[in-house]
């Protein structure tokens, strides 16, 4: 049996009920803490906490629950943080992973509204998660994980939305660390290379030689393979259970992407 790492934690997981954010909610329940996923598919979140309860009640560790909440929208993420308080009295750990990366194009194809768009869902909501759940964390001083991206510090061909929101997130993350030390709250970023997720499937659907670019994903990593989610929550479950004496930092997840000299021209 695993041990309980974080045992009666309440954690809440934006975006949990696909890739990143459903292996952490795997690796959390398994460490028995009690999970809030929440996403804006209420089909694919009941199903998936139904999934994480099952797994719990045969380990007996931890609980998990689905909230809907679309986290552009204000009411949403209050309900979600209020929700969790009423149902589990405390909040340990917000983990705000809900994102999306556009196709791959150059800026005179996106549009400003397009822009805006993104960085409610990839920026604004992280803010607004953090904001209301703060008071509460503060209580308990417990930790945030923001989950950015590699590339928020090497860049990426054709993404400059996506770049630009990761990059504030990363940012973000470290201002709000100064100030909530003062009150015993760690507040971290995650930023993973290329994770096999359902995002990432979705990118290698839409590509004219798809086998060509899930191979392009695997050899971007000195690994020679992409990460797995499970390996992405073992990463944030290590930050929020034991390294009690972090905060700010960025912890890059990327089987080496970044290190060496490619050929870039
Ligand atoms: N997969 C990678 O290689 C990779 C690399 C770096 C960073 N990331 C980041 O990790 C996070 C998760 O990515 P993933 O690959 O697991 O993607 P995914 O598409 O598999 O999962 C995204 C999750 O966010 C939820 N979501 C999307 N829009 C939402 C909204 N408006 N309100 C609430 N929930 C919403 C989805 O329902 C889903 O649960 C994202 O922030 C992404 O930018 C992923």
Same mark, same amino acid.
Request: aromatic residues 6%; negative net charge.
């Given at each position: 049996?695993?041990?309980?790492?974080? &045992?009666?934690?309440?954690?809440?997981?934006? /975006?949990?009920?696909?890739?990143?954010?459903?292996?952490?909610?795997?690796?959390?329940?398994?460490?028995?803490? #009690?999970?809030?996923? @929440?996403?804006?598919?209420?089909?694919? $979140?009941?199903?998936?906490?139904?999934?994480?309860?099952?797994?719990?009640?045969?380990?007996? &560790? !931890?609980?998990?629950?689905?909230?809907? @909440?679309?986290?552009?929208?204000?009411?949403?993420?209050?309900?979600?943080?209020?929700?969790?308080?009423?149902?589990?009295?405390?909040?340990?750990?917000?983990?705000?992973?809900?994102?999306?990366?556009?196709?791959? #194009?150059?800026?005179?194809?996106?549009?400003?509204?397009?822009?805006?768009?993104?960085?409610?869902?990839?920026?604004?909501?992280?803010?607004?998660?953090?904001?209301?759940?703060?008071?509460?964390?503060?209580?308990?001083?417990?930790?945030?994980?923001?989950?950015?991206?590699?590339?928020?510090?090497? $860049?990426?061909?054709? %993404?400059?939305?996506?770049?630009?929101? #990761?990059?504030?997130?990363?940012?973000?993350?470290?201002?709000?660390?100064?100030?909530?030390?003062?009150? /015993?709250?760690?507040?971290?970023?995650?930023?993973? !290379?290329? *994770?096999?997720?359902?995002?990432?499937?979705?990118?290698?659907? &839409?590509?004219?030689?798809?086998?060509?670019?899930? %191979?392009? $994903?695997?050899?971007?990593?000195?690994?020679?393979?992409?990460?797995?989610?499970?390996?992405?929550?073992?990463? @944030?479950?290590? *930050?929020?259970?034991?390294?009690?004496?972090?905060?700010?930092?960025?912890?890059?997840?990327?089987?080496?992407?970044?290190?060496?000299? $490619?050929? #870039?021209?």
């Amino acid at each position: 049996m695993p041990s309980l790492r974080y &045992a009666d934690q309440v954690v809440i997981i934006t /975006g949990g009920s696909s890739g990143i954010g459903r292996g952490c909610a795997q690796e959390f329940v398994q460490a028995g803490a #009690k999970v809030v996923i @929440c996403c804006n598919n209420e089909a694919e $979140g009941s199903a998936v906490a139904a999934e994480l309860r099952a797994s719990a009640l045969a380990q007996a &560790a !931890g609980d998990a629950v689905f909230i809907f @909440c679309d986290v552009r929208k204000l009411e949403d993420v209050q309900n979600l943080i209020e929700a969790t308080v009423a149902r589990y009295g405390r909040i340990d750990c917000l983990i705000n992973n809900a994102g999306w990366h556009p196709p791959h #194009k150059p800026i005179d194809e996106f549009s400003v509204a397009d822009f805006r768009d993104l960085l409610d869902l990839n920026l604004v909501s992280v803010f607004t998660a953090c904001k209301f759940a703060l008071p509460y964390l503060r209580q308990t001083r417990g930790n945030i994980i923001n989950m950015s991206s590699l590339v928020a510090v090497i $860049g990426q061909h054709n %993404a400059p939305t996506y770049v630009a929101t #990761k990059g504030a997130l990363t940012a973000f993350t470290k201002a709000l660390a100064i100030d909530e030390a003062v009150h /015993g709250v760690r507040v971290n970023s995650v930023s993973p !290379g290329n *994770i096999y997720t359902p995002l990432w499937q979705a990118a290698i659907d &839409a590509a004219p030689d798809p086998l060509a670019c899930r %191979a392009e $994903g695997e050899a971007a990593q000195l690994l020679g393979r992409m990460g797995c989610v499970e390996e992405v929550g073992r990463l @944030c479950l290590f *930050i929020a259970a034991e390294a009690t004496f972090t905060t700010g930092v960025d912890h890059i997840i990327s089987g080496g992407a970044e290190l060496g000299y $490619g050929r #870039k021209s």
